[in-house]
């Protein structure tokens, strides 16, 4: 089961969608994440062992980069395209977690 994080920036309703197809899905406002900066999110996530899904693609695009100058590694990171429909989003996102387990996913950014 892959253990998921959704910075404020994701619908939540992506998280219960996620849940009913059995991950373990946690989502900033649930965890009273709500105004953090990208990077806390990034770290919470890695301390938790869980991708980040985000639509944040520049600053996590960013971020990841910098922890790879430093050697750095975080838990992994989706950056998906932001959609006015949450279902094609989720449709969106399933087969590109679908390419590793939780483990190979440690330093992957994928887009979706």
């Not at 059995?22 to 990208?38: I, N, P």
């Not at 590694?73 to 998906?80: E, F, N, R, W, Y």
Request: charged share 20%; hydrophobic share 50%.
């Amino acid at each position: 089961m892959l253990r998921l994080y959704l910075d404020e920036d994701v619908d939540v309703l992506l998280a219960k969608l996620f849940a009913l197809r059995g991950f373990d899905c946690a989502f900033a406002a649930e965890q009273g994440h709500l105004g953090w900066m990208d990077a806390q999110h990034l770290e919470w996530a890695t301390a938790t062992r869980r991708i980040v899904i985000t639509h944040n693609r520049v600053d996590f695009e960013a971020l990841a980069r910098q922890l790879w100058s430093q050697s750095k590694h975080h838990a992994g990171i989706v950056l998906a395209v932001r959609r006015a429909n949450t279902h094609e989003l989720m449709r969106r996102v399933l087969p590109v977690l679908a390419h590793y387990d939780q483990v190979d996913w440690q330093n992957v950014v994928m887009y979706a």
